[in-house]
């Protein structure tokens, strides 16, 4: 099924207690911004638009969605505000802190933490060749300490990826991103095209999701540090 441009919220928006600043990203699966609470903090905000199954024009703050995409956009719909409301529950340092979960505009949002920064990603293409091995243990063993927390609480990540791992201004990481609630919509909505990332994705991502466990993300991370050298 062909991806469609969606419009993110205008800058100025204001979404339930939030006002909208500034689009930080966006994807196949999701729009996240830049936001500001009543207190004026900043905080970052998911927003559930999948571009195979909802279209939103350029002014409008309801996206379109075709009987034939209803059941699944419902469906991928209630597995990322579950996947919001698990990561509430989860307070580690180097995971991403989830704030707020909220239903608007006939979709759904997750509100987190801002973090200053940027991603491994970015560092990466900055410093290629030159990053140092001290750097690479104390990053990916704060990680480890995130990843299992996350794991001893029965969930799973499923987008391990340099983009997706945050250095904070303190050189402290954080994981972003959870991928657990797109790889659901997949396995649920069979004219989806696949949402995994070559290269970083483990081998049963691809044919055998059945499969999928820990020691999924445990492949990504291995990926990732070889990213890094």
Partial sequence: MPQQAN??????????NYRIASVLSSGGFSIVYLAYDENDQPVAIKEYLPSQLALRKEGDALPSISEENLATFRYGMRCFFEEGRSLARLSHPN????????????TVYMVMR???GRTLQEHIRARRGTIKERFIRHVFTLLLNGLREVHSNKLLHLDIKPANIYIRNDSTPVLIDF?????????????LSPMYTPGFAPPEQYKNRELLGPWSDCYAIGASIFACL
Wanted: charged fraction near 25%.
């Fill in 7 to 16: 419009q993110p919220l205008p800058d100025g928006y204001q979404l339930e």
């Fill in 95 to 106: 995971v991403v802190r989830v704030l707020n979960f909220f239903r608007a505009n006939e």
């Fill in 114 to 116: 801002y973090e200053r």
């Fill in 179 to 191: 991928g657990a609630a797109r790889q659901t919509l997949v396995q649920e909505g069979q004219r």
